[in-house]
């Protein structure tokens, strides 16, 4: 139990264009879902809090137009990247957390933009 | 705020030979602490997690992990690796603010087992 999928899970894409990304709970409700990127060889850095119904928190530095976050359901949480540059090349990873754990979270296998 | 330190990037290791990885975090709240592997292109995988009871922490795959208040660590250790352990280890630390709290990692430490 407790499966985390993001897709898709490699995208090139041209500048100027927009990407989403896509991340599911498979088998358990997330009230609450982490959008996190990590550049080469680093840690994990978090963007922003998904809450089921509500807008999402971005963590300082992180542009909310830039990267626009819906989370529409109980099981789906989507990341938009807008006008994708260069400098959003990245790998992006999703974590969900189960509703009624103990702040454990479930992280999908990652989803590594590329942009020409 | 928290944050986490994790002193060694790379671990270079023979199969078969034990291993400790660092991990020393701080807080000004009552933490949680987790170790994560992530394997290239993967996303990171639950080793094993402290939030309260024994200081001595069982996982998966054979790793351990003690965590020690005074000395403000939490180092995950094996006493025999192999050379599927090869992979990128994080540590993180999230606050006792309830549920869906938010990870903070350290930089993490890669594990280079060979034969």
């Known amino acids: 139990g407790a499966v985390v999928s993001q897709h898709p899970s490699r995208v090139i894409c041209k500048s100027g264009t927009s990407v989403k990304i896509e991340c599911r709970s498979l088998?358990?409700?997330?009230?609450?879902m982490f959008w996190y990127r990590q550049f080469p060889k680093q840690s994990l850095m978090l963007m922003a809090t998904?809450?089921?119904?509500?807008?999402?928190?971005?963590e300082q530095g992180v542009e909310k137009d830039k990267f626009l976050i819906n989370h529409a359901s109980l099981t789906l949480s989507t990341l938009t990247v807008t006008s994708a540059h260069p400098e959003d090349s990245s790998f992006y990873i999703c974590?969900?957390?189960?509703?009624?754990?103990?702040?454990?979270?479930?992280f999908g296998p990652g989803t590594r933009l590329t942009v020409l | 705020a928290q944050s986490v330190t994790q002193l060694d990037s790379q671990v270079p290791v023979f199969e078969e030979a034990p291993v400790e990885l660092r991990c020393n975090y701080s807080s000004s709240v009552s933490v949680y602490l987790f170790w994560y592997v992530q394997y290239p292109n993967q996303g990171l995988q639950l080793l094993l997690k402290?939030?309260?009871?024994?200081?001595l922490v069982k996982g998966i795959n054979g790793f351990e992990a003690e965590f020690n208040k005074s000395q403000t660590s939490f180092h995950l250790r094996k006493p025999s690796v192999h050379i599927s352990d090869t992979a990128e280890y994080f540590c993180?630390?999230?606050?006792?603010?309830?549920?869906?709290?938010?990870?903070?990692f350290g930089t993490g430490t890669r594990l280079q087992v060979t034969l």
């Open positions: 974590s969900a957390v189960r509703t009624h754990a103990n702040n454990e979270q479930f």
């Open positions: 998904s809450n089921e119904g509500s807008k999402a928190t971005y």
């Open positions: 088998d358990f409700q997330a009230t609450t």
């Open positions: 993180a630390v999230s606050g006792d603010t309830g549920t869906a709290s938010k990870l903070t």
């Open positions: 402290y939030l309260s009871g024994s200081t």
